[in-house]
């Protein structure tokens, strides 16, 4: 399985940005279907972005328009950019990774620790 780290959070105001790091070790990280997802406290994990192999990507209406997956298969590394970002996008965030396809279901296999992002009025 593979073993994934974020970073990149951190407190910001609102209409800031952030760009989110997902580092992969442990396995083939091109054949892992790659995801981001949030949960706020009291919430429940909600899916935020997700990426496929072929590079394509899905949002939750949420952050269409001001955040952006991406992917460095050569640095094993996700990536999520946060723009325009809202006190409503304060959450722990996590990124995620399996070998099927789940797109923005929180099914996923295998997960990293989180990411801390506080976005203030």
């Known amino acids: 399985q593979v073993q994934l780290v974020e970073s990149g959070g951190g407190s910001v105001q609102s209409g800031g940005s952030l760009r989110l790091s997902c580092a992969a070790s442990?396995?083939?990280?091109?054949?892992?279907?790659m995801g981001w997802f949030r949960q706020a406290p009291g919430k429940e994990r909600e899916g935020v972005a997700a990426?496929?192999?072929?590079?394509?990507?899905s949002y939750a209406d949420s952050v269409k328009g001001r955040f952006t997956i991406s992917q460095d298969n050569a640095k094993n590394t996700l990536y999520l950019q946060m723009n325009s970002l809202k006190p409503e996008d304060t959450a722990m965030y996590y990124c995620?990774?399996?070998?099927?396809?789940?797109?923005?279901?929180?099914?996923?296999?295998?997960w990293g620790q989180g990411t801390q992002v506080t976005v203030s009025s």
């Open positions: 442990g396995d083939t990280y091109s054949s892992y279907y």
């Open positions: 995620a990774a399996d070998r099927i396809c789940w797109w923005l279901l929180p099914n996923y296999n295998c």
């Open positions: 990426i496929d192999s072929d590079g394509s990507t």
